[in-house]
Structure formats: structure tokens, C-alpha cells
């Protein structure tokens, strides 16, 4: 197995790993630290099915059954679709349902079928972010915690008209909302970094709305600066894994055609 870094904040290929073999454990945990110390791998698997895409995932920790996409049915529950042709394509800058109390601390998505063109994901080291903050910025956010909730999507969508007013009341009806702190310490690493996104994040909890809204939109734009950014460019076949706990992500809805990726997400701690 060779591992090869991408960009000088995150992002590594891992090449002469076969996905679709069983692989020993003191290779799962190479795989495993690799990622924790590049965020983002890149894997090609282009066999890889959606049992072993599962298994897999299962190896690194519990997977989840996702909040709202769909998936792949009975007995592949734990395998969520994204298809563009469904409108499933999370093109604005986000860390994956921090609305929950838990979100995944990794996901595991598979490029099943790409446009000629376009579709690339843009990935974003929230912690490389967290680091070129001024010290009296640091201090600032020290303690703060932000509310992240699922009906900003929704919201979204209602004002460009692709939600209905019902739709708008019955997500907010569904109180899906947690708190997390704006800064987060990795758990494995002990790392701080950026845990607040466009998607989800609503406020920073006890500051004035002015004042709340200025801070957000500095730390969003800040955190997708080009020096802390790596943009994948998807083949067919294409495993990516990345660590919620340290990144963000988009998918560049530039493309024509079709777009499906399949996706297991590994469940996580608190965030702290």
C-alpha cells in the first residue's frame, strides 16, 4: 500500500489496496490513521460492491441509516443514493448532518455513474482553517457553540421555490437542531478546527443577530480559502473517505447528465 499526498493541506491517494479482498486489521488501521492524517483518501474500487461498500464502513465503526436520502432498500439500508437526477446534489459547503447530536465522524462515497464534465467535490481542512486565525479570533470563539439545524435545507429550497410552505412548517415542525461548539477538538488528534457550515449551521448561540450573522459569514468564506482546499476530480469506481470531524465538502453543480454516488457514513461521538 503507498499513500501519496495530494495538496499541502489534505488529501492523499492510497494506491495497491484492493477494497473487494479481505485486508488484515493492521492494514484497516493504516488506512485508518492515513485518514485521520490526510482528511480526504482517495481509493479506486471500481468492483467494490455495495455489500462490501457496507462492510467496510462497518469496519471502521457503526454506520448509519441517513437522516433523508434514500437508499439503496432491504437489507441496503445503510447505503444512501445520490442521484442527480433525483436533485440529490449537495452543492453548497457543509460538514454531513451536524444537525444531529452525533454526526458521522466519516463518510465513505462511491462514484457509480459521472457526467462527461463537471461534478467535481471541493473539500475544505476546517482545521488548517482554525490554524491561520488570528490569536484574538481564537480567543474570541473559545467556548462559543453554534445551533445547526436540518430545516435550513429546506429552507433553502423554499426560497427558490423547490419547497412548499407545508414543507418549510413540517421540517421546522421536526425540530431536528443541535448545539455544537464553533470550535471543535478532534478526538483522536487533539486538534482544534472549524466546526460551523453554510448548510446547516443557523446561529452562534448568545450573540446578537448582527453580530452572530458578521462572525458566521467571516468564518464561512475564511474556511474555503484555495490554500486549505483540495478539489477531487471523480473516476468511475472512485472511493473517497473523509473525516467529518476535520473537513467540509461540495459537490460543483456545474455538469450536465447524470450523476449517482452511493455513500456509507460511519457514526461518531459528540462533538466537543
Given at each position: ?14 494506491t ?5 479482498s ?32 457496507m ?6 465503526g ?5 437522516a433523508f ?12 443514493v ?29 462514484a457509480?455513474?459521472l ?71 478532534h ?86
Open positions: 500500500m503507498q499513500i501519496r499526498r495530494l495538496t499541502p493541506a489534505l488529501g492523499a491517494e492510497i495497491g489496496l484492493d477494497l473487494t479481505d485486508f488484515d486489521d493492521a492494514t484497516l488501521d493504516a488506512v485508518h490513521d492515513a485518514l485521520v492524517q490526510n482528511q480526504v483518501l482517495v481509493i479506486h474500487a471500481p468492483g467494490l460492491t455495495p455489500e462490501q461498500h462492510a467496510l464502513g462497518r469496519r471502521i457503526e454506520i448509519e441509516i441517513h436520502f434514500p437508499n439503496l432498500g432491504p437489507g441496503l439500508e445503510h447505503v444512501s445520490l442521484d442527480s437526477d433525483e436533485g440529490n446534489t449537495a452543492s453548497m459547503w457543509h460538514t454531513d448532518e451536524t444537525f444531529l447530536p452525533h454526526p458521522p465522524m466519516g463518510t465513505l462515497t462511491q457509480k455513474t457526467p462527461e464534465v463537471g461534478g467535481d467535490t471541493m473539500f475544505a481542512s476546517t482545521s488548517a482553517a482554525y490554524d491561520a486565525l488570528s490569536p484574538n479570533m481564537k480567543l474570541y470563539l473559545d467556548g462559543l457553540t453554534a445551533l445547526h439545524d436540518l430545516s435550513r435545507t429546506t429552507e433553502l429550497r423554499y426560497r427558490f421555490g423547490g419547497a412548499s410552505p407545508q414543507q418549510y412548517a413540517d421540517a421546522i415542525a421536526q425540530d431536528r437542531r443541535t448545539a455544537h461548539p464553533v470550535v471543535r477538538v478526538p483522536e488528534t487533539g486538534a482544534k478546527g472549524l466546526f460551523v457550515n453554510p448548510t446547516y449551521t443557523r446561529h452562534i448561540v448568545g450573540l446578537p443577530p448582527d453580530e452572530s450573522d458578521a462572525i458566521l459569514a467571516f468564518l464561512f468564506q475564511h474556511s474555503v480559502k484555495e490554500h486549505f482546499t483540495y478539489r477531487h476530480h471523480w473516476r468511475e469506481g472512485d472511493l473517497l473517505m473523509w473525516d467529518n470531524r476535520s473537513t467540509m465538502h461540495r459537490v460543483l453543480n456545474d455538469f450536465p447528465g447524470r450523476r449517482l454516488m452511493y455513500r456509507v457514513s460511519v457514526v461518531g461521538a459528540a462533538a466537543r
